[in-house]
RNA sequence: GCCGAAGUGGUGGAAUGGCAGACACGCCGGUCUCAAAAACCGGUGUCUUUACGGACAUGUGGGUUCGACUCCCACCUUCGGCACCA
């Protein structure tokens, strides 16, 4: 009997789906298993990153499963989105025929993988019974004062025509294509995201089960700095002008200010002031730059004095103001106090402009002196021309200052974050629409909630260009105002597709719930995820997101954690020749074609065997070759026992033992961290074993029972072959309610060893003794050793170091 | 610059401080065959030795230890995140 995989796939897939085995019920009594896989967008085809990631996933869920647990392992779509739109355009098509095609494409795609989804739970968030609830979501915001509108200068990408979130602009490009990201002067919707730094940051600590690189990252962009606000006050009119600083135990040390040419004192100072042209000339100039021209490297620092002067609050000395290209408006407070001596960018600026400077850090070690420093000391020291304070270190004198100025009123402690509100307003069709009329005389108004959905208009135009396609359909816009019954327009923009997938894990609980957006009692079950696994570019976007979604529907009261997902496995990426697949280098390698040719089965060990989850996996199909030959060898193996009916116990205690070390290995990689490539490396030893036993007596009843542990242990990863193996060895249910096999620590120990003998730390020889015997032995038989005799000679034994069970090193 | 991850045979990759290179790919040899493929069995880090063996080997240099891929210190390289961040 050929191993026929395209028959053997077709059959337990429809097995599966036929008798629901993989269906997830709400079960308070049974211990449950949340395990999630980011789901994707529906672009049509699965690439092999999807693969990966959905493979591991299933491996996870089917081995939950086998151990007893109750799984929740569902799947669906992220359906919103740009790209549906691109295609509208292109094909003069709807965005949901376009979409609902994908997604019938994909799913296919996935089912031929055999992944062990609860198809009765998938969602598409482009459904209005799932859409609906966003904006549920958002009103809340909104009541909350959490959701606002606000006029400034935001991320636009004229390519996309469309507004960006901070987390969307990767190094000042877009992040869906690339396009440098220009400002604009625009009134959008906001979350306010910054109401949870401290908690997004400190929370963090909750999460040891993520990679650490995800936590740095998400660190890193939250981004909290300690410092102090200083009130310099302009002379001659005593106007205030704050800066933002890190370094206040530098203060005594400030010869200059500088202001970004956005900052709104600059027009005020500069009035009248001969220097008034040039600078107006600066920052028109400055003003055409995008920000990556901007802040790259090689571009000098500009800038020009103001003809104005400033009063430092700690020594009343006057000191000029600048206006800098190097100073940004979107941080601190757009101005700076300069410390050339401190301060390595100060310093060039400086010098480059002729300023004053002055120490006030006096470097321990080797005594600094102004007029042979070449670049600034940003090191700790001792606090000299600072007042008071002098003398003392400038670690002290950056508690005692702060306080000193508090006191006197001159600045305040402050803490800066990075991270900003988070801009939600898309220009597109293709998402949830923003569920809030503008009526000329009640103003901005939200929807009621029992009005829910504002659902999307079926006809609209897509023309691409011109602004939200939402603006132009008429029958959408005009609307009767709920309070007054005037008339009021509703708001045209939709929602930031991210919004989407910042709370779907909620909904997979109860996918189907009417009265709110989840089920309390089944999300208090099944939440939080127990495992989630997707790409390391999610790592803050996605994440971060879901994290202050979670965190703001507990503050509803309508959860009881703080952090939705539990364990974070980062997959890492596909790669051919040590490139990354993509159309534009022709080397996709599509995943279709791959199981037409060997079977979803072998495709899955490969990916899995070829690497561990989170590196990085180099295709070969050599690799699949070698997976291929593994299983048809099981399969062959399977097929001759089954063919041997009477079974006898022969005796075969290494075989047995052999079982029992792989058991246990087994689990402990699976235990441990998912170590899927070494627990299929031991399942190799195991099969090889049975085949050299098979060689000396087929109707081993041990050899059985060690092809029948393999195939359990093997079902996880090859759940196709694995259920017809078992079928074939005449079991009647599915492998996956057989249960995890248990390994008995006695049969695994090894009777005897091979004991290494070390003659001052170098291997010499080595015997085999017993398990279990005294030193007082050991020593014995270690020395009775030819070749170890050999070594020592007459030299005296200056120590005899015995570890257990492994070896054994003589020092002479 | 700050933060994070990684560096092991021809290749993918294994190794709670205790035999470095498990398992697999590739290659070489054998069995079977008229022959080939498949399958099965065996060999395979480098140098050296007829051989037994020996020496050298986990990015580099130090250290701790009887013993280091593993722990500590310094550095190099690659990848990723943040950054004119005050």
Redesign the pocket.
Known sequence: MKYNFKKIEKKWQDFWQKYKVFQADFNPSRKKYYCLEMFPYPSGRIHMGHVRNYTIGDVIARYKCMCGFNVLHPMGFDAFGQPAENAAIKNKTHPGIWTNKCIEWMKKELMRMGFSYDWQREISTCKDDYYKWNQWIFLKMFEKGLAYKKASSVNWCPSCETTLANEEV??GGCWRCNTAVVQKELEQWFLKITQYSEELLVDLKELTQW???VI??Q???I?R?Y?VEIYFRLEPNGKIIS?????VDTIFGATYIVL?PEHPLVKEIIKNKPQEKQVLAFIEKVSKETKVV??S?D????GMFTGAYAINPVNQEKIPIWVA??????????A??AVPTH?Q?DFLFAKEHNLAMRIVIQNKESSLELSKMDQAYEGDGIQVNSGQFDGISNTEAKEKIAAWMEEKQIGRKVTHW?LRDWLISRQKYWGTPIPIIYCDKCGILAMPYDELPVKLPKKAEFTGEGGSPLSKVKSFVQVKCHKCKGRARRDTDTMATFIDSSWYFLRFCSPKFKDAPFDKQEVKYWMPVDQYIGG?EH??LHLLYSRFFTKFLRDLGMLSFNEPFQKLLTQGMVLKEGEVMSKSKGNIVDPDEIIKKYGADTLRLFIL????PE????W?E??M???W??L??VW?MVIEVKNCKNTTSAGMDSLTKKMHQTIKKVSSDMEGGF?F??A??SI??LV?EI??AK?RNLGAKEIKEAIETTVKLLAAFTPHISEEMWLVLGHKDSIFKSGWPSYNEEFAKEKTI?L?I?V?????S?IEIPVGISEEEIHKLVLNDERTKQWIKDSPVK?F?I?PN??V?I?I
């Open positions: 990767v190094q990679p650490p690189r740095a990252m660190e890193n962009w981004g700095s410092g800066v933002f600083t890190t370094r970004a901007r802040t490297e571009v000098k620092k500009e290209d190097y100073v940004l408006m979107e941080y601190g407070t757009g700076i106090m301060d960018r990075r390391i790592a803050i065997f070829a690497a561990p590196a990085e996996l180099d070969n050599r690799g070759e070698g997976a030959r593994f048809t060898r062959r170590k490539n070494t299929i490396s190799m030893e090889n085949y050299q060689e091979d290494v070390q001052n730390s170098r291997n010499r080595r120590k170091i570890v492994k070896l090193n020092l």
